[in-house]
């Protein structure tokens, strides 16, 4: 079954803009959707994003996802401290049967 | 509030079985497809599969690592999902996730620990 490619790391300052990639196929992110998920340390990961570009209510504005053909990526700007975390990417995938794929998950550093 | 409780994890020797429980509250159960996701220590996440709710047949759907020898049913009189793991392996060391997915939201349990060693 496919992977969805993500860095394994992005660090930043208080304050900053990361983003993060997430790189696909035409039979993942190519076809369906992107949701992004938060995992912060000890937790089960929590939804940040969805349909590729939507809020979860109480999801703060800082956090934003855009696609373009088989790659999206998440953005978080102003960055802050609690923000450190892993962060996954995920999909449906049509080939050669229906499935979920995660990311390959994104340790996003604080400095 | 949706709440998902897992249950049943444990140490077992490779090629023994385990099931797993996952009880669901707040939400209408037999509706909703339910999702296991495993992440072994320090790793990523990874999808083993899903059933889906009795208007769909409780269709089930499986990841590639664990087709075959894991199996995933439901009793919505119970409110409760299932994972039977069956020739376990060393590599099915995971904490184990019960997930509802919906279009806007995903809704996680906390996880239940399953270690295959001998």
């Known amino acids: 079954q496919s992977v969805l490619t993500q860095p394994p790391s992005a660090s930043g300052t208080p304050g900053q803009w990361v983003a993060i990639s997430c790189s696909g196929s035409?039979?993942?992110?190519?076809?369906?959707?992107v949701n992004w998920y938060q995992q912060l340390p000890g937790t089960a990961p929590k939804l940040l994003i969805y349909?590729?570009?939507q809020r979860p209510s109480g999801v703060p504005d800082r956090f934003s996802g855009s696609k373009s053909g088989t790659s999206a990526s998440l953005a978080i700007s102003g960055l802050q401290s609690e923000d450190e975390a892993d962060y996954y990417c995920a999909a449906w995938d049509d080939s050669p049967s229906y499935y979920y794929v995660f990311g390959t998950g994104t340790k996003v550093t604080v400095l | 509030e949706v709440q998902l409780v897992e249950s049943g994890g444990g140490l077992v020797q490779p090629g023994e079985s385990l099931k797993l429980s996952c009880a669901a509250s707040?939400?209408?159960?037999?509706?909703?497809?339910i999702h296991w996701v495993r992440q072994a220590s320090g790793k990523g996440l990874e999808w083993v599969g899903r059933?889906?709710?009795?208007?769909?047949?409780?269709?089930?759907a499986y990841g590639t690592s664990v087709e075959g020898r894991f199996t995933m049913s439901r009793d919505d009189s119970k409110n409760t999902a299932y994972l039977q793991m069956n020739s376990l392996r060393g590599e099915d060391t995971a904490i184990y996730y019960c997930?509802?997915?919906?279009?806007?939201?995903?809704?996680w349990g906390q996880g239940t620990l399953v270690t295959v060693s001998s």
């Open positions: 035409t039979s993942n992110i190519g076809t369906n959707t």
């Open positions: 349909s590729d570009n």
């Open positions: 707040g939400f209408t159960f037999s509706g909703s497809a």
């Open positions: 997930v509802r997915l919906t279009v806007t939201n995903a809704y």
């Open positions: 059933i889906r709710g009795e208007v769909n047949g409780y269709a089930t």
